[in-house]
């Protein structure tokens, strides 16, 4: 046994064996439409406990409509946009249904989840402008959402996590909502390149592959040239400054891992606030598996903390 493989916590190694002994055909060879019906089966249930009310909505955007799910904590301190990951091809409210209800809780504040539409019937700007012109409502309907409140922040995972930066640069950009904090969670920040050593490292067995990765941003950007892009690849962008303060988590097992890490260096680097946290025996998307995989729970139980500390010392200084 290899000293990556005895860092691994002992039952996120025993799901990979189960992962691997279902032998998972690639996505190149599937499709969206079977990866989304086989993501739905592994939607994680917490048993019917809700921490929170929510009320599902409609939004008008550009070109149609999308959905939104509200979470409304007891006591709101302010409003919380959260993207889910799915690589902007898979995934929506109901898979990040535990992980959004169990944010507002923790963070006591309300949670919006955007339903953005997904790649590759929609690819990019699509997915962004859905996810920032929910922002922008969001910061036009502080007071109703949250009632004496004047705090807007952002969370994604995953590629999720990718969509909130891409919203945070917009903001800034195009004078949008002032955003108090993102909530970056194992993040994509950078599909120009796959070629780091965590890519290297683990781009087989580790739930997350590659060769996923590869697929999905093929997904997202039709135009290969655009992968540069600062809003699908912030790492790339030359100018980070004026980003709000940021929570960034990374797994230790995981393809995108070194990217994250760069990318939280080149915030520092910037001048913005960052608390960077490493999470050594986890893989890609702990988060969502917290519900089956005890270890994986215990690190979602303190990456909550985190997140409402952050935003709890954001809100004192704003």
Request: proline share 6%.
């Amino acid at each position: 046994m290899s000293l990556t493989e005895r860092q691994l916590a002992e039952d996120i190694r025993g799901f990979l064996q189960l992962v691997e002994s279902l032998e998972r055909p690639a996505l190149t060879d599937v499709g969206a439409e079977v990866a989304r019906t086989a993501v739905k089966t592994m939607t994680p249930d917490d048993g019917g406990v809700r921490r929170c009310q929510s009320e599902d909505m409609v939004l008008d955007v550009a070109g149609g409509q999308i959905p939104l799910r509200i979470y409304r904590p007891r006591n709101p301190r302010g409003v919380l946009v959260f993207l889910h990951g799915g690589g902007w091809v898979l995934c929506d409210l109901d898979t990040h249904d535990v992980f959004a209800d169990q944010l507002a809780h923790s963070t006591q504040y309300v949670v919006v989840s955007v339903g953005y539409r997904l790649a590759p019937e929609h690819p990019y700007p699509i997915p962004l402008d859905d996810a920032y012109a929910a922002l922008c409502w969001a910061g036009a309907n502080v007071e109703a959402l949250a009632p004496g409140c004047s705090q807007v922040a952002i969370a994604g995972d995953s590629a999720g996590g990718n969509l909130a930066i891409a919203c945070s640069l917009k903001a800034r950009d195009q004078g949008g909502p002032r955003i108090l904090h993102q909530l970056l969670f194992y993040p994509v920040t950078d599909i120009s390149s796959l070629e780091t050593p965590s890519y290297s490292a683990f781009a087989d067995g580790y739930y997350l592959r590659k060769s996923d990765m590869a697929w999905f941003a093929q997904q997202y950007v039709a135009d290969a040239g655009s992968t540069s892009d600062p809003y699908v690849s912030p790492l790339c962008s030359v100018n980070l400054q004026g980003l709000p303060p940021t929570y960034l988590i990374t797994a230790g097992f995981d393809v995108l891992r070194d990217e994250g890490t760069e990318f939280a260096a080149k915030l520092k680097h910037a001048g913005v606030p960052v608390r960077y946290v490493c999470y050594p025996e986890m893989i890609h998307g702990f988060l969502t598996l917290a519900s089956n995989i005890p270890s994986a729970r215990t690190a979602t139980e303190r990456v909550l903390r985190e997140a409402a500390q952050e935003l709890g010392s954001q809100q004192v200084s704003a």
